[in-house]
């Protein structure tokens, strides 16, 4: 199989080489071997520059502020029959504890678990969150800021007003949205500045995740109006405002967006690098790239070019290097000038300098081989469910690092910027998933889904580009690849994916026939789950073994693509044994992780390149007769306590790595940055 970075090479016939290279060299007078680094920075650079607009994280600067509005928000559940009497009612003109009663509900926190009311925690419509802000006046005042409301991820629908006025609306719950309010807070500087919020969790056939609404209309069995809300994926579908909601402000000149794409050869390093900017004339720019010292490696005055880094530090991954997650930093400072006013701006952006390449047999970062032994994940807690919350966060970090663990997916759709910002900086590689998960009903396969799956890629990867953490993109988790509609909608959907990024591999998650599989022609990594001895064959441990292996070389067989077995595991509830061990034991759980790592030993000398258990830790479900308050396939309970299964996990992730290269004494855990 073709490497990702010739992949990107076929492109340059088209490029113009207008770039700058730090140092006074002239691009055509580089060396042939640095020549070709650099026609192919340009040439995948060309594809990530694709998006017309930026969505950078905010970020304070000597030109920019940035004002929280986490904390308690007045709240309202639409509880009328048809959801809609906030709309017909048009709650959002005044203040929100007119409308009828109100509660204070927590911002970012999803609204579920928060109080005693049963309804609540499954209700499915509409709610409402209002909360008036004093913004400061030197803001109103200035005609040349900008102020803009963000909010980080709502779920799944959401519609804001400021002062009852609709500035902005977002499909899909897991990527953040914004608007610009300066000039309708200036209409009336006077009045208080009045947030409201309207979250639909509401899935239908075309949303990622799907699901559907069904109406039970027997009224000898279920009340007037009764429905339910029908899934297809295995975890709680956690609704509201799930991460912060901000205020920031740049000058009206600013700097929309910055792209990054990285390379290196022998010492030197090269960062390619694109800075859009929005309302300038005009502008000049100054382009610092500097490293953890606080020194600067390499500069620029062109709004796009390539900055050559002498004696490169390149971002390594946790446990393949002694300097994992090293990070520069590119300063932007913009000066420009529009109708007649001059606007400063500066943006400061975490680069890490690494490549990442694709064989048949292997995962390549930084020209070395990579092999994730790592986790799957869930944004979930108890009372705050899929709310950003930074003491877990960081205790999940310190539990990651304690376990051995050097990467992690998404799953199953895309978590906070801040838990990537901490990948970073920390070394944890990341597989970028979407929120393509439960794509098991045929009408999912309609042009008015994979229309929005597209759109869904756009934010992500427009979100996510510049994370040096972030190695591969995974489009979905185990859909029914095997219906006819499936190979039209992940070829185009993959490819679309490619075109946004071509420095990554593609892939998506399945649990199909491997024969019968209509979208793993299209992938860079082919990334199989199966849970042998659990939902097949349950409580016979023997058939491990040979079910694996045989899983293993019909992928491989048919595809010649390096694998990750993306979930295996067991469930386990923390404190019940058994001997000999029975299923639901924590005997059990340590069998089976035993017997899937039996395998992978064989078949990682060949072939497979990663094992991602399912699951860190216990996760909320719904309710029903397969799950007992969740699942409980975390080798860590909700509280993140070990159960038997982490110490199997840590012994063997810390002897992978150090097989992959002569560890130093630092590594003993706890490690420093």
Request: glycine share 6%; hydrophobic share 40%; proline share 6%.
């Amino acid at each position: 199989m073709t490497s990702q970075r010739h992949l990107a090479t076929n492109r340059l016939s088209s490029i113009n080489f207008t770039g700058n290279v730090v140092g006074n060299t002239a691009l055509i007078m580089l060396k042939p071997e640095t020549l070709f680094r650099c026609l192919w920075l340009f040439a995948a650079f060309e594809a990530v520059c694709l998006l017309d607009t930026g969505m950078l994280f905010p970020r304070e600067s000597s030109s920019r502020e940035v004002k929280e509005l986490n904390g308690v928000w007045n709240f309202r559940a639409d509880r009328s029959p048809d959801r809609n009497q906030g709309f017909d009612g048009a709650w959002y003109t005044r203040r929100l504890a007119e409308t009828g009663p109100v509660i204070d509900m927590p911002v970012p926190a999803s609204y579920n678990d928060i109080t005693q009311d049963p309804t609540l925690r499954d209700f499915i419509g509409w709610v409402w969150y209002e909360r008036e802000v004093v913004v400061p006046s030197r803001w109103i005042a200035d005609e040349g800021t900008r102020v803009v409301i963000r909010v980080g991820s709502a779920h799944y629908y959401s519609v804001v007003w400021v002062n009852g006025v609709r500035v902005t609306e977002h499909k899909g719950g897991h990527l953040p949205f914004e608007a610009e309010i300066g000039a309708l807070l200036r209409k009336d500087p006077t009045q208080p500045c009045r947030i409201t919020i309207a979250v639909n969790n509401t899935l239908s056939l075309d949303t990622l995740p799907p699901g559907t609404i069904q109406h039970m209309t027997d009224q000898t069995k279920y009340p007037k109006g009764y429905f339910v809300q029908n899934i297809y994926f295995d975890f709680f579908n956690y609704a509201g405002i799930h991460r912060p909601v901000l205020l920031y402000t740049t000058p009206k000149a600013y700097v929309d967006d910055i792209t990054v794409v990285t390379d290196f050869l022998d010492n030197t390093g090269f960062v390619k690098y694109r800075v859009s900017v929005q309302n300038a004339a005009s502008a000049t720019f100054k382009i610092t790239l500097i490293n953890k010292d606080g020194h600067s490696v390499a500069s620029s005055s062109e709004p796009s070019g390539v900055l050559k880094i002498m004696d490169v530090n390149l971002w390594w991954p946790y446990l393949m290097h002694e300097n994992p997650g090293y990070l520069y930093s590119l300063e932007v400072h913009l000066l420009a000038v529009d109708g007649g006013s001059a606007y400063n701006d500066m943006y400061t952006l975490p680069v890490g300098i690494r490549t990442v390449d694709v064989t048949s047999t292997q995962f390549l970062i930084n020209k070395k081989p990579f092999y994730f032994h790592g986790v799957n994940k869930h944004e979930d807690s108890d009372i705050r469910g899929k709310g950003l919350d930074w003491p877990l966060m960081v205790k999940d970090f310190n539990l990651l690092k304690w376990l051995g663990a050097n990467s992690f997916r998404t799953s199953h759709y895309p978590y906070a910027e801040e838990i990537l910002q901490m990948c970073d900086r920390h070394g944890i590689v990341v597989i970028d998933e979407c929120p393509g998960v439960g794509i098991k009903d045929i009408r999912s396969f309609r042009n008015a889904s994979l229309n929005h799956h597209l759109v869904v890629m756009d934010e992500l990867v427009r979100r996510d580009k510049n994370h040096a953490s972030v190695v591969m993109w995974s489009v979905a988790n185990e859909p029914a690849a095997e219906m006819p509609p499936a190979d039209f909608y992940f070829k185009t959907l993959i490819k679309h994916t490619k075109e946004l990024d071509p420095t990554r591999p593609v892939t998506f998650i399945t649990n199909s026939n491997y024969a019968r599989d209509k979208g793993a022609p299209y992938v860079d990594v082919i990334c199989v789950n199966s849970y042998f001895s659990w939902y097949h064959d349950p409580g016979h441990l023997e058939v491990i073994p040979i079910q694996l292996n045989t899983q293993f070389e019909n992928w491989y067989g048919k595809y010649q693509k390096p694998i990750i077995q993306s979930e295996y595991g067991a469930d386990a509830l923390p404190g019940l044994h058994s001997d000999p061990p029975m299923m639901f034991t924590e005997e059990y759980q340590k069998l089976v992780l035993q017997s899937y790592h039996n395998v992978f030993d064989q078949k990682r000398k060949q072939y497979v390149i990663g094992e991602l258990i399912w699951n860190f830790a216990d996760f909320m479900t719904t309710q029903g007769i397969m799950r007992v308050v969740g699942n409980k396939k975390g080798v860590f309970s909700r509280q993140r306590q070990p159960k038997a299964a982490a110490f199997i996990l840590k012994e063997r992730y810390w002897r992978l790595a150090n097989e992959t290269g002569k560890l130093p004494p630092w590594t003993k855990y706890p490690c420093s940055l």
